[in-house]
């Protein structure tokens, strides 16, 4: 709509003399050289016919072909600042494209390291469980030996006290091996979070 507009103001350029015509093409072809959607030969295909047509309009209009050609140049010169911003804007974009590619595939990452966290925090407390469970079932079995068929006393509260210990120690490591996930996870994340930070500012304008 812009380009169009450029060149239906760009044939009126020759029959007005106060220049409104030639204002408006250019106003029209600058904002439409600073749009990304368009591809650059449509760009400049559109401000060569809109050349042509106030070109066009000047010999019509019987005006000098000085005129002509000064405001054939003047819309050359107001496209190139324009197709610069429009090439600072694509680059813009595309940098914020990827760096929400970035951010999606590390958010990816970031579920299927924590999935796989929690899969070895589970095998962990299983097989520390599975060691202090037997061994703590082993002492009670004892303990129930003594106090049962020999009526040690003595020797079965010392059955039952390393079972307590037993427990004690399992329940320890259960809590350090879920802290050391823990921090391991943490620490995985802030350098994702650096990470990320980092490619912000690198691809800030």
Known sequence: M?????????SAVG?????????????????????TRPSPLVII???GATVMAATSSCVFSERSAGDAFGNAAVMVVVVVPGL????????AEHAHRLLEQTQRAQAGHARAAALDERTRIARELHDVLAHSLGALGVQLELADALL???HDLNGGLEQ???????AAEGLSEARHAVADRHVA????????DAH?????QDRSP
């Open 15 to 35: 029959s007005t003399g106060d220049g409104t015509a030639m204002i408006m093409s250019c106003v029209g072809l600058v904002a439409f050289s600073m749009h």
């Open 45 to 47: 295909t559109m401000t």
């Open 185 to 192: 996870v943490h620490r995985r994340v802030d350098g994702q």
């Open 84 to 91: 610069s911003r429009r090439q600072y804007r694509a680059q």
């Open 196 to 200: 990320q930070q980092r490619l912000r």
């Open 148 to 150: 049962s068929d020999k």
């Open 160 to 166: 039952v006290r390393r079972a307590r210990r037993l």
């Open 2 to 10: 812009l380009g169009t507009s450029a060149l239906t103001a760009a």
